[in-house]
């Protein structure tokens, strides 16, 4: 089955410097990590594979299943977050509305951290 991702770019409202901090801080309650981290660039990888396999993409929360969140700044210093599922081998019987729906609000958070009101 085809990767699901979630993708938008938007100029955030606040400087390039606290790009990464308002990231970080989204996801300091998820069990994450930096895979790149620079100025341009932040790759996260959140949830968990163990879960999944374990218990099962039906019965875990949706803030478990494994993403790939990557957001790059422009030399324009517009915003791309792209977020996409990182279930690996396997099928998404049963949790894709779901992964759906985690996929869309990982992708609202990004905006909303970076352009707050």
Request: glycine share 10%.
């Amino acid at each position: 089955m085809a990767k699901l991702s979630r993708s938008d770019t938007f100029r955030p409202t606040v400087g390039a410097d606290e790009i990464r901090g308002r990231v970080a801080a989204w996801f300091e309650h998820l069990d994450h990590k930096f895979v790149t981290d620079t100025p341009e660039r932040l790759e996260i990888t959140s949830g968990s594979q163990l879960k999944l396999r374990l218990i099962g993409g039906a019965f875990i929360a949706g803030s478990s299943l494994p993403t790939r969140t990557v957001v790059e700044r422009a030399a324009d210093g517009q915003v791309t977050a792209t977020v996409t599922d990182a279930i690996g081998f396997g099928i998404k019987t049963g949790m894709r509305g779901k992964y759906e729906r985690w996929l869309d609000e990982v992708a609202q958070a990004m905006r909303s951290a970076l352009t707050p009101a």
